[in-house]
């Protein structure tokens, strides 16, 4: 910059810092007010989709999350039982039988005995635990086995 407009250009900053008031607020009665909304249009195909391809649920999964919500804290689902390792928090599913609504699955300790019964079925998204139904111990009562289990045992 020449020497004529520096002192040119800080008396314009002077000038517009002085038009921004002070730090302090105004004693006046005007308050502040978001601004008004801008509309603004948007391009519809810029909206993200769902993918069309969703992650399927496999059996293994199906079986982990029934395991971890209805099994003690700290219990992990460990596959088959007839190659699961004992394992004290583990839990192991065996299959019983093919259904006309899916898949029953002896459920339990590994090297120990099966405490419950799950109906998996396959659907569009995967594998998914559809019923369970746990067995009357001996003289605790009659509850009626679900249609999904006669003839399993």
């Known amino acids: 910059m020449d020497r004529v407009s520096r002192p040119l250009v800080a008396l ?3 000038a517009a810092l ?3 008031g002070s730090a302090e607020p105004s004693t006046g009665s ?3 007010s978001p601004p008004d909304p801008v509309a603004t249009v ?5 909206v993200a989709t769902p993918s069309k391809e969703v992650e399927r649920v496999t059996f293994e999964q199906a079986m982990a999350r029934y395991v971890t919500a209805h099994y ?5 689902y460990v596959g088959d039982c007839g190659t699961a390792k004992p394992d004290p928090r583990g839990v192991c599913g065996l299959k019983k039988a093919t259904v006309d609504l899916g898949e029953v699955w002896g459920i339990g300790a590994p090297a120990s005995e099966i405490d419950g019964f799950l109906l998996l079925a396959e659907g569009d998204s995967g594998w998914q635990v559809a019923d369970a139904y746990v067995p009357d111990l001996e003289g605790a009562g ?10 399993v045992e």
Not at 42 to 46: E, F, H, L, N
């Open 12 to 14: 314009l900053m002077v």
């Open 18 to 20: 002085a038009g921004c």
């Open 30 to 32: 005007r308050t502040w």
């Open 42 to 46: 948007s391009d519809p195909t810029a």
């Open 72 to 76: 003690p804290k700290g219990s992990r």
């Open 142 to 151: 009659t509850a009626p086995a679900p249609s999904w289990f006669v003839g």
